[in-house]
């Protein structure tokens, strides 16, 4: 099957710990993005990847980051310096990040810090 | 803000019905996409209208385009309850491929 995983589903962290959530993808995507979503919101872009070893912080970085030393994987670290990090992440790629086409989404991880 | 933003924000029909939703947005762009996101899952792709086009349509989706109003709508007829999820438009501002998402329409079908 062709698409992408994220990995866990549900993550629970106590405050003051980093924590890396997984995306991967099997699509040959050149393009990959982070987005975060709280409750009744759209989705907040957050890292994004043009190419492999490339990447560019979106709307809300801080007390994020990621490394893109695959083509089919850029996972996304949540440190202890993001101040509300509760909330759900999605991962998404598109076969370019020029062509402005579709996005394909992962189903998501939930993260809850207590 | 968000550049996209949906309107209504809730809608309820019944089975059978149609159910339009829109999307407003403030700058230029190149293309504006329609997501479907069913309940703590990922966003799937409905459907894309570039900047140059008016109306699009996709089985039961027709999506207009006016760039002169800066809106776009999203029809779906013939609902049925598996059409019961949240809907979000995203545009992309002309110059970048970056996308901003709406806050969504949550639209619940009931049998």
């Known amino acids: 099957d062709g698409g992408i995983t994220q990995s866990p589903k549900y993550l629970f962290r106590k405050e003051g710990q980093n924590v890396t959530l997984s995306c991967e993808q099997n699509?040959?995507?050149?393009?990959m993005y982070w987005y975060r979503q709280d409750p009744g919101q759209g989705l907040r872009l957050i890292y994004y990847?043009?190419?492999?070893?490339?990447?560019q912080k979106g709307d809300i970085a801080e007390g994020y980051s990621v490394s893109r030393e695959k083509k089919e994987s850029f996972p996304l670290t949540v440190t202890s310096a993001q101040k509300n990090p509760t909330a759900f992440y999605l991962c998404a790629s598109s076969i370019t990040y020029m062509t402005g086409g579709e996005q394909y989404f992962g189903p998501g991880t939930r993260l809850t810090v207590t | 803000s968000q550049q996209g933003e949906e309107d209504p924000q809730a809608l309820s029909i019944q089975e059978g019905e149609n159910a339009t939703m829109n999307c407003s947005y403030k700058t230029s762009i190149n293309n504006l996409q329609w997501y479907r996101q069913n309940s703590g899952r990922g966003l799937v792709h409905l459907i894309l209208i570039r900047s140059n086009e008016r109306e699009k349509h996709s089985g039961r989706l027709r999506v207009t385009l006016d760039t002169s109003k800066k809106s776009s709508s999203l029809l779906i007829t013939a609902s049925r309850a598996a059409d019961t999820a949240s809907y979000f438009c995203a545009t992309a501002t002309s110059g970048t491929y970056k996308y901003i998402f709406g806050t969504g329409t949550r639209l619940k079908v009931l049998a």
């Open positions: 990847s043009q190419i492999v070893n490339d990447f």
């Open positions: 699509l040959n995507h050149d393009a």
